[in-house]
């Protein structure tokens, strides 16, 4: 966690706290909220949003990133998540997982709990063996 302060990271918990309060979702009852971090410091947040068509539903770490993206940011050093889980930290579903490899491979999931203690994991850690985009210039059969 060199490339941010132990600030920033509070300051990323709170705010996935904050945002879970904004989650849409009547069918899971299951609210998650993120703050990503880009790589000149501007903070970006989401929440889940759910849809009848269970299928639509999107989580709350995409929609961070889909706000990140459309305002021109594509490096990120961390996301903070957290969700009314008690006994457990937060971990991205593994739709996500891939979302989050697609910019980069190292840098910081913060998974936290109510209480506000987190595990830290890298992207690359959440999903082993991913495929990123380098791997669509991969040499092939012809």
């Known amino acids: 966690m060199s490339e941010y302060s132990e600030d920033q990271v509070q300051?990323?918990?709170?705010?996935?706290?904050?945002?879970?309060q904004m989650s849409y979702c009547p069918y899971s009852n299951f609210p998650?909220?993120?703050?990503?971090?880009?790589?000149?410091?501007?903070v970006f947040t989401g929440c889940n949003v759910e849809n009848a068509s269970y299928g639509l539903v999107i989580c709350a770490e995409r929609t961070a990133i889909v706000k990140a993206?459309?305002?021109?940011?594509?490096?990120?050093?961390?996301?903070?998540?957290?969700?009314?889980?008690?006994?457990?930290?937060?971990?991205?579903?593994?739709?996500?997982r891939q979302f989050l490899v697609e910019?980069?491979?190292?840098?910081?999931?913060?998974?936290?709990?109510?209480?506000m203690t987190y595990?830290?994991?890298?992207t690359k850690e959440l999903l082993p063996l991913c495929f990123v985009p380098t791997d669509l210039q991969r040499v092939r059969v012809v």
Do not use: N, Y
């Open 11 to 20: 300051q990323l918990v709170k705010k996935s706290h904050e945002m879970k």
């Open 103 to 115: 910019f980069g491979v190292d840098w910081d999931v913060i998974m936290t709990k109510p209480d």
């Open 119 to 122: 595990e830290v994991m890298k």
């Open 32 to 42: 998650v909220g993120a703050a990503l971090l880009t790589a000149d410091g501007t």
């Open 69 to 96: 993206v459309s305002e021109g940011h594509r490096k990120f050093k961390a996301m903070a998540l957290a969700s009314d889980l008690k006994e457990i930290a937060i971990v991205p579903c593994g739709a996500c």
